[in-house]
């Protein structure tokens, strides 16, 4: 569970992220913030050093206002700009506290839904289409890497909505992949990348190809 920030009295929408900053060996809170305040228009962003009880607004914004939880990663943490295919992808330096902008891995298949991972202590791109299919990215310090893509068999009866799968990280050291429906159903699914199969992790039933 991720703490809160000491309370603000202006009007605003934020977004966070949990950090650690090995330079000064503390975790750190990151909250991106769009004033709904008609005369205090624009983002502000605020750092709480978790174990004290003040808080820092910086002069650094992100270039996009971002969506959802930060991922944390490398000494950064890492947050989408919108949902879309096409959006870059903001990071923020634990210790210079600057932001940054990454390229999404590839443009995507029209109609995707795109999220955001931790996958073992790195950044997970995934795009996650109407047709089926499931593609997992991993940021190296050489860029964007395929982990895997496969198809998300709607027979296997998981309650498949648009938005398709989410996967939730590995669920192993050989690097399968967790995943649920987004839309919240009990079952958990699991792809094994060396069968290039799926299966129920309830059952541990295979189902091939």
Not at 81 to 89: A, D, E, K, L, Q
Request: one cysteine or more; a negative charge.
């Amino acid at each position: 569970m991720i703490p809160n920030m000491p309370p603000v009295n202006t009007p605003l929408r934020f977004e966070s992220g949990l950090g650690f900053d090995e330079s000064t060996n503390s975790f750190k809170m990151v909250c991106v913030m769009a004033n709904l305040h008609p005369d205090k228009e624009g983002l502000s962003t605020m750092v709480h050093v978790l174990g004290t009880g003040s808080r820092l607004e910086i002069p650094q914004v992100p270039s996009h206002p971002i969506c959802g939880e930060g991922v944390f990663a490398n000494g950064r943490l890492h947050w989408l700009t919108s949902r879309n295919v096409y959006c870059p992808i903001i990071k923020f330096d634990m210790k210079t506290e600057e932001f940054g902008v990454i390229k999404p891995p590839r443009k995507g298949p029209l109609g995707s839904y795109v999220h955001l991972v931790d996958l073992h202590g790195e950044v997970g791109f995934v795009y996650s289409a109407i047709n089926y299919s499931v593609e997992v990215w991993v940021l190296k310090e050489r860029g964007w890497v395929m982990h895997c893509g496969f198809d998300q068999k709607p027979h296997l009866g998981c309650g498949y909505c648009s938005r398709g799968l989410m996967v939730l990280g590995f669920w192993n050291e050989n690097g399968d992949i967790l995943m649920t429906s987004y839309q919240g159903h009990q079952k958990l699914l699991v792809y094994n990348l060396k069968s290039d199969s799926l299966y129920e992790s309830e059952t541990a039933l295979v189902l091939n190809e």
